[in-house]
């Protein structure tokens, strides 16, 4: 949990605040303080104050988004305007508080960033799991694997492919066990939550 604001009271309060309710937090007094820190691999989100000399809350949203992160921002403010909420939200921000922020409209925002950004962390986790999964397999493996997800029967995919019924059951037995499932059908759901769609060129 950051908080990136350069009103030291301000700083002060909500990390004060934040650690009351047993949320672990740092503070930055700039966005160039919040870019030089160590990388951070965790749940989190940021609570962003919009206007800060050097750098502004909404330059560093776009530093950040360009860099790819996706940990979730709560922009805060003493004057924001609509135009400006428009734009922060367009980039992702998830919420935009006027101060002073109260612990009953801060709290709950926190809350459903860090468990949004968790969701987040929680299905890039599995991506990334799937990914490293098929990046096992050989190329005759993902071959095979293709026709499987469009249903196609081994004596088919052994026509298709040019080789043995035999040959496509071991590739068959071999590609499950790599990608850690029990059945075509789940195999093709892990295909589906990484976009990995039957090939049409298999539809021959």
């Known amino acids: 949990m950051f908080i990136v604001d350069d009103d030291a009271s301000m700083r002060k309060s909500v990390s004060r ?7 672990a937090n740092e503070s930055f007094p700039s966005a160039r303080d919040y870019l030089g820190r160590a990388s951070y691999d965790g749940i989190g989100c940021i609570l962003l104050d919009v206007n800060m000399p050097d750098i502004s809350g909404i330059e560093l949203q ?5 860099q790819g992160g996706d940990i979730p921002i ?41 468990e949004h950004h968790g969701s987040l962390k929680n299905a890039s986790d599995i991506r990334e799991s799937i990914e490293a999964r098929l990046a096992t397999l050989t190329r005759r ?4 694997m293709q026709e499987l997800i469009t249903g196609a029967p081994n004596k088919i995919i052994a026509d298709r492919l040019g080789i043995a019924t035999k040959t496509v059951k071991v590739h068959r037995a071999n590609l499950l066990h790599k990608m850690d499932v029990r059945s075509i059908a789940e195999l093709l759901h892990l295909c589906h939550l990484v976009g990995t769609e039957p090939d049409s060129s298999t539809h021959r």
Do not use: C, H, W
Not at 62 to 66: A, H, M, N
Not at 100 to 112: I, M, R
């Open 17 to 23: 605040l934040l650690l009351a309710n047993g949320i």
């Open 74 to 114: 709560i922009f805060l403010t003493g004057y924001g305007n609509i135009s400006m909420s428009v734009e922060a939200m367009k980039q992702g921000a998830l919420d935009f508080l006027t101060k002073p922020v109260s612990e009953e409209v801060l709290l709950p925002a926190v809350l459903g960033a860090l």
């Open 62 to 66: 776009t530093r950040l988004v360009d």
């Open 141 to 144: 493996e993902e071959e095979v």
